[in-house]
């Protein structure tokens, strides 16, 4: 179930690194305004994560009831309330713009930039939440090859309409935004169509009981969309700090941002995989094979992101210089890879934990730490660290909070599964 997800996530943070490399191409100006839009990317997604995994969750416990129809019905609304709740986001930011840009210290010269691409972005933004939900439903039936295919069909071509739309069209930043529109509203086009030919949603939802419903989904996505708002809340703090250094240390985090994403690809993927599984055998009361399954995902976790953190430490100057022709963007970029990457192996196992107790119905757990990881952890280190030694410091705060928030997790996860173990003890 892994693999396909795997080729899929990996596919997309593709594209997002290529639509940086063509954006940098363009100047230092344009680069720092996808800097900006980073946290507020977070933000739409952390909200259509949390969906997606109250999805998972909910819909795989009733088709394990034996409850098809109600299955289907559950999938149905899930698209109909991720929809919505994503639309009034996007609205919201639309009209706060202005306000959120100089609340992360974005220079009044970038502003005018950053409005003529937001309409194309929030628009983006959108199209892709409703290709998620779709993508959801299909893996709470144990389907991960049609999100997984359908990730890569998308991200090549937006991969491809991304020099048309950027340079041959001459509509430069707003022209990535436009390429991302086309491919996930053209992938929408195919996987709500597979999802009705496999009657996996239905929208007769005055049959489902929508109150009881909503509560069920509620009780799981509340506490779960909470958690992934977390990271992009601490992303715009964290931005905020990188401003204090200049436009040119907002591109390079911008960009390391991105890395980030692309070097935790596996992370993610094993965070969409497991939850089914582990839903399954927590249904069937099998506690021993689900610490069996958690500790060789942690191990593997752990050794490929250290492993994968030494990559990005050798070819630090390389990847700078592929990334940006500004060569002060390029020396904090390379300041970046030599210290972050390799304290991934800390975030992805704090990643994993947040998505197991999920799964394991934990949400509250989840949720503790999450916000123990950035709060306690990633942004204390992060402000210490520029207080001492500027934004090398900053960058090494950054190494030791996500170390210390992986050992942070992991007891809190193995505390969770006690308490479990105990209380279904007879």
Known sequence: MTWPMLFGVLALMSFQLVDSIFIGQLGKDPLAALGFTLPMQQLVIGLQVGLGIATTAIVSRTLGAGDQLRAERLGGLVVWVGGILVLILAISLWF????????????????????????????????????????????????????????????????????????????????????????????????????????????????????????????????????????????????????????????????????????????????????????????????????????????????????????????????????????????????????VPLSYSGLGVCMLMVSICNALGLSLRALLVSVLRLFLCFLPFLWFGAQLAGINGLMTGALIGNLLAGVMAYGFYRAGMARLRQSRKP
């Open 96 to 339: 706060l713009r202005d306000q959120v840009m100089t609340l992360l210290g974005a220079e009044p010269a970038l502003l005018p930039l950053i409005r003529s691409y937001w309409i194309p972005w929030l628009l983006a933004a959108w199209t892709g939440a409703m290709l998620y939900f779709g993508y959801s439903v299909c893996r709470s039936h144990g389907d991960t090859r049609t999100p997984g295919y359908l990730m890569v069909a998308t991200s090549l071509l937006n991969i491809a309409l991304d020099p048309l739309y950027i340079f041959v069209f001459d509509w430069g930043l707003p022209g990535a935004a436009w390429a991302t529109v086309t491919s996930f509203g053209l992938g929408a086009l195919v996987v709500f169509p597979r999802l009705a030919r496999a009657t996996w949603i239905r929208f007769d939802l005055l049959q489902l009981g929508l109150r009881k419903a909503l509560r069920q989904l509620g009780a799981i996505m509340a506490p779960a969309m909470v958690s992934q708002l977390m990271p992009p809340l601490a992303a715009m703090l964290a931005t905020a700090l990188v401003a204090g250094f200049g436009s040119a240390a907002v591109a390079a985090w911008g960009l390391g941002t991105r890395l980030e994403f692309f070097s935790i690809v596996v992370v993610l993927a094993l965070t969409m995989s497991m939850p089914p599984m582990i839903g399954q055998l927590l249904g069937a009361g099998d506690l021993a094979t689900i610490r069996r399954l958690v500790r060789l995902a942690v191990r593997f976790v752990v050794v490929w992101q250290l492993v994968l953190g030494l990559v990005w430490l050798a070819a630090s100057g390389v990847v700078a210089q592929l990334f940006t022709t500004d060569e002060s963007v390029r020396d904090v970029l390379g300041a970046y890879l030599v210290r």
